[in-house]
């Protein structure tokens, strides 16, 4: 399968974003997807994570009130929204399709888009 991300910006401290991950290839059902995130000099982190069917979903501490992940199959999209942003939300985003079990380790994670900028300023 074939990821792209896009939807990234410049935001002030405060705002939204909504970013969006499309895919082709294979049916992106078949996928635990994933956005995950690095910022400069750090390692990259998980984001959220969503079920195959969307039923489930896990959120990082650090975003958990502010973001939501969605999927729709049909579409094969998987969506990013983030309200509420802080400078410290800043990274490159990532999407990423797992086709094994439920996973938050970024080495289990098959397919990978490439990243779309964040930037939220104070």
């Known amino acids: 399968v074939q990821l792209q991300a896009y939807g990234g910006g410049l935001v002030q401290a405060g705002g939204s974003l909504r970013l969006s991950c499309a895919a082709s290839g294979r049916t992106l059902s078949s996928y635990i997807m994933a956005w995950f995130r690095q910022a400069p000099g750090k390692e990259r982190e998980l984001v959220a994570v969503i079920s195959r069917i969307g039923g489930s979903a896990f959120y990082a501490d650090s975003v958990k009130g502010r973001f939501t992940i969605s999927r729709d199959n049909a579409k094969s999209t998987v969506d990013l929204q983030m309200n509420s942003l802080k400078p410290e939300d800043t990274a490159v985003y990532y999407c990423?399709?797992?086709?094994?079990?439920?996973?938050?380790?970024?080495?289990?994670?098959?397919?990978w888009g490439d990243g779309t900028q964040v930037t939220v300023s104070s």
């Open positions: 990423a399709a797992d086709s094994g079990p439920w996973s938050r380790q970024a080495t289990t994670y098959d397919y």
